[in-house]
């Protein structure tokens, strides 16, 4: 059973930074690709981010390229989106999640097999 826990999600003022982390466990990701992705009400999970656990390759959504930074840690099956120069448009539930794959940076969330329970990010103006 593949589980997913993020944390580091809050409130925060326009410009501020955050630190989002997402703590996996269940199996092997050493060929898995973690990706963030975040949904307002009403709206489908959109992409953020992308990182391979195996190469460290990223992609990122055109939105937050230049502000977000995705990372990892292979030790500890974790990976952590770090988020610069918030704006109000960032406010979301943030989840993270992963695919089994040795190849690509999936950008659709209906490729991801697994998905943590989501933490909000609220940035007022």
């Known amino acids: 059973q593949v589980q997913l826990v993020e944390s580091g999600g809050g409130l925060v003022q326009a410009g501020g930074s955050l630190r989002l982390s997402c703590a996996a466990s269940?199996?092997?990701?050493?060929?898995?690709?973690m990706g963030w992705f975040r949904q307002t009400p009403g709206k489908e999970r959109d992409f953020v981010a992308a990182?391979?656990?195996?190469?460290?390759?990223?992609d990122y959504a055109a939105s937050v390229r230049g502000r977000f930074t995705i990372s990892r840690d292979n030790a500890k099956n974790a990976v952590y989106l770090q988020m610069n120069s918030l704006k109000p448009e960032d406010t979301a539930i943030y989840s993270c999640?992963?695919?089994?794959?040795?190849?690509?940076?999936?950008?659709?969330?209906?490729?991801?097999?697994?998905w943590g329970q989501g933490t909000q990010v609220t940035v007022s103006a």
């Open positions: 269940g199996r092997s990701f050493s060929s898995v690709v």
């Open positions: 999640a992963a695919k089994s794959t040795r190849t690509g940076l999936p950008s659709r969330q209906s490729e991801y097999s697994y």
């Open positions: 990182i391979s656990m195996s190469s460290g390759s990223t």
